[in-house]
């Protein structure tokens, strides 16, 4: 056999395997609250996320307790995209220097967030359920802390689809982001 027959068949396979599924983004949340810090840069580890939430499947929990893969896709792999969404809104929140790990800035940050999800679906009530725990880890000043979070946000409109269950996780992020502010960076 020659070798571009092999390099063709390849590419051919690589091509049936792009589909163009729609995907789902989380739109920003704009308007939060604002909390004062004690810390001028404030580093947010990658969320870790449960294993079926690691994926790029938008999942629901039925009344049975099944968490169940809906089908549409999130736009971007979940955990790097509520890393940069909880950054995105730390530093909206504080006004201080917020950036995802790994830090990159010359002068070392003055905190770390470390967000670790346990709960991450949209319910049969019509909600997002965000719940985990958040570690705060000061390199100097102030006490290490750690806050048990659940969170639920209403998921928008009478007959939810994957854009509306995208809103409500963004606003369930949003309000993460706002509790570890209050919580944890005080």
């Known amino acids: 056999m020659k070798p571009m027959p092999l390099i063709l068949s390849a590419a051919l396979v690589l091509a049936a395997c792009s589909g163009t599924e729609p995907r789902f983004d989380a739109p920003p949340v704009t308007a939060l609250e604002k909390v004062s810090t004690r810390y ?5 580890a990658t969320v870790t ?3 079926y939430a690691e994926g790029e499947e938008i999942h629901a929990r039925d ?3 099944a968490i169940l893969p809906l089908g549409p896709l999130w736009s971007d792999e979940p955990g790097r995209a509520i890393t ?3 950054a995105r809104d730390l530093d909206s929140i504080t006004g201080r220097l917020v950036a995802p790990e790994p830090w990159p800035f010359r002068d070392y940050p003055d905190v770390k967030v470390d967000v670790r999800v346990q709960d991450f679906y949209a319910t049969e009530r019509g909600t997002f359920r965000i719940s985990g725990q958040v570690f705060v880890a000061p390199e100097e000043d102030g006490p290490d802390r750690a806050k048990p979070f659940d969170i639920e946000a209403v998921i928008p409109g009478e007959k939810p689809g994957p854009a509306q269950i995208a809103a409500a996780r963004a606003a369930a992020v949003s309000e993460l982001s706002v509790f570890i502010a209050r919580n ?3």
């Open 40 to 44: 001028a840069r404030i580093e947010v």
């Open 49 to 51: 996320l449960p294993i």
């Open 63 to 65: 009344a049975t307790g």
């Open 84 to 86: 940069l969404q909880v």
């Open 184 to 186: 944890g960076l005080r």
